[in-house]
């Protein structure tokens, strides 16, 4: 699908995301794909599998050309069985290995749920610390072209629900290659979550190998007027929203939250603790969803610090429409952050 829509204006999008002309820029897509053939080449305990990831297209790009390169006994293609692949890299991970195991849509990873939630997200526990699961569960989130309540949804709420996981979701590409290497070496089992249309997305990537800090959120503008804090694509359309609000005299400070579990609180804290006001903008669900979440905790620890009640940016409680018309109404975006910062500045 054509850049501009998807995001709009190119340029217009690049230097709102902060990329500096000049320096090494990669996409989205081309971030994950070194870093995965970095760890391939420098570590025998990384191996790669999944439905597709030997495909020409190699996973929308994130794995292309990888079994050329390391072998079709590191990048393995797997039969469509999601909750025996699972366990195998499960296995793998408790043997020592650090698979990084890719599920193409998160819709079809409840078919792991058994493994993911009473295997991976336990065994460091149930062994009193002496067991490991380092097992990278990467999958892809976001709408898509007709791809209606089957293919489209955002479970990010789901596997953050369960102790013993840690669920990532970068917006950058600078963020999708230090944070996917910053999974595979974390020792837990880490899903990492990615959106479909941020693989276009290009930005600033060093070439060597770097880790990004999961549990640390970062603050993408800054602003005295309201806190937007956003994941994954909705740190773009925040970003949007700020823009537009700063012409009309409106200063927003927004947060890339970068990761779900575990939440950096403190960075909101400091930031509600100095605007007042909290918007959370998620890709998933509304109800009992990350925003749910992320304002129980500043209503539990910072209530005193807010000026007005907080507030969701989120999808709507019903599955998602195959048409491109109900897609349009279904989605939020910039117009929804906007009109929830104006009616949260008007209350008394």
Same mark, same amino acid.
């Given at each position: ?32 794909? /070194? ?12 191996? =790669? ?6 495909? #020409? ?10 079994? /050329? ?31 990084? !195991? ?11 749920? *058994? ?17 490991? =699961? ?17 293919? #489209?949804?955002? !479970? ?29 070496? *974390? ?37 005295? *007027? ?16 700020? #823009? ?8 927003? /400070? ?46 539990? *620890? ?20 195959? #048409?491109?018309?109900? /897609? ?21």
């Amino acid at each position: 699908m054509p850049w501009t829509k998807v995001y709009g204006d190119k340029a217009e999008f690049e230097k709102m995301a902060g990329v500096t002309p000049g320096l090494r820029g990669l996409t989205y897509r081309e971030a994950l794909l /070194e870093a995965t053939a970095q760890m391939l080449a420098s570590d025998q305990t990384v191996f =790669v599998l999944g439905e597709g990831v030997d495909d #020409s297209a190699g996973v929308f790009g994130t794995t292309k050309g990888l079994h /050329e390169r390391f072998g079709k006994d590191r990048v393995i293609d797997t039969p469509l069985a999601e909750n025996g692949v699972t366990g195998i890299a499960i296995g793998a991970a408790l043997a020592g290995m650090r698979p990084i !195991l890719v599920h193409m849509r998160v819709d079809f990873m409840p078919l792991s749920m *058994d493994q993911i939630m009473n295997h991976a997200a336990k065994w460091h526990y149930m062994f009193g610390g002496k067991v490991s =699961v380092p097992v990278t569960i990467r999958s892809i989130i976001g709408r898509g072209w007709g791809s209606a309540a089957q293919h #489209s949804q955002s !479970l990010q709420a789901l596997f953050a629900h369960i102790p013993g996981l840690k669920v990532v979701m970068p917006a950058t590409p600078y963020d999708a290659k230090g944070l996917l290497r910053a999974s595979v070496y *974390d020792g837990n089992p880490v899903i990492f979550i990615e959106h479909r249309w941020l693989y276009e997305h290009m930005g600033h990537v060093p070439e060597e190998a770097y880790t990004v800090p999961i549990g640390k959120a970062v603050v993408r503008r800054k602003g005295p *007027d309201v806190t937007i804090a956003a994941a994954s694509y909705m740190v773009y359309e925040a970003l949007r929203a700020a #823009s537009a609000l700063s012409g009309q005299g409106i200063e927003s /400070e927004v947060i890339d939250l970068r990761t779900l579990k575990p939440l950096d609180m403190e960075t909101i804290f400091e930031s509600v603790k100095k605007t007042g006001r909290l918007i959370v903008a998620d890709t998933g669900w509304k109800e009992f969803g990350i925003g749910a979440e992320v304002i129980a905790r500043v209503a539990e *620890d910072a209530f005193y610090d807010l000026k007005a009640p907080a507030a969701r940016v989120a999808l709507p409680d019903a599955p998602t429409p195959a #048409s491109p018309v109900l /897609e349009n109404a279904f989605y939020p975006g910039k117009g929804h952050i906007i009109e929830a910062v104006k009616k949260m500045l008007v209350r008394k």
